[in-house]
């Protein structure tokens, strides 16, 4: 009887690779469906037919472009960029925040509070995180402290 054909062993750089790569992914469908559930209906650049092939995409787990599944793909060659990016994205994630009048004008909460800041700013929360996520190098990492539990059944479409 023939050996079977084991696997091969995956080196630390190659663990830590598909640790980020899962990362990456769980973060950005989860920011997506959260955009979802706060009303994101479409994108600049998407008409409706690409986005339901998105809606579609989070449900998909078979593989079908170079045996990606099209989330995969997404993430690995840069296409979550437009989506994130997005002004409709970033309304639906962070939405304007809880507002306050102040003698300087209407300030937003847009972060958490320091010593050195009280978590206000005068714009609106989704356009405060949208700059600060354009300027971040990881965008994942940004993301990941917004993300909320997400309830059992989504009504997200």
């Known amino acids: 009887m023939a050996d079977i054909p084991q696997p091969p062993q995956e080196s630390p750089e190659q663990q830590a690779a598909r640790q980020l790569f899962l990362f990456k992914k769980q973060v950005f469908m989860q920011a997506v469906l959260q955009a979802m559930i706060g009303g994101m209906k479409s ?13 579609k995409s989070l449900q998909t787990t078979a593989p079908t472009v170079m045996d990606m599944t099209p989330i995969d793909y997404m993430v690995k060659n840069g296409g979550y960029v437009t989506i994130i990016m997005s002004h409709e994205f970033a ?12 003698p ?8 958490q509070p320091t010593k050195q800041w009280d978590g206000y700013y005068p714009m609106p929360a989704w356009q405060y995180n949208l700059m600060q996520l354009s300027i971040t190098p990881d965008k994942f990492r940004y993301l990941h ?6 309830p059992q ?3 997200w479409k």
């Open 91 to 102: 309304q639906a994630f962070w939405g304007d925040g809880e507002k306050k009048d102040t």
């Open 145 to 150: 402290p917004f993300l909320k539990p997400l």
């Open 43 to 55: 994108f600049e650049g998407c008409d409706e037919k690409q986005f339901d092939y998105l809606v």
């Open 104 to 111: 300087q004008g209407v300030m937003y909460k847009v972060g």
């Open 153 to 155: 059944k989504q009504e």
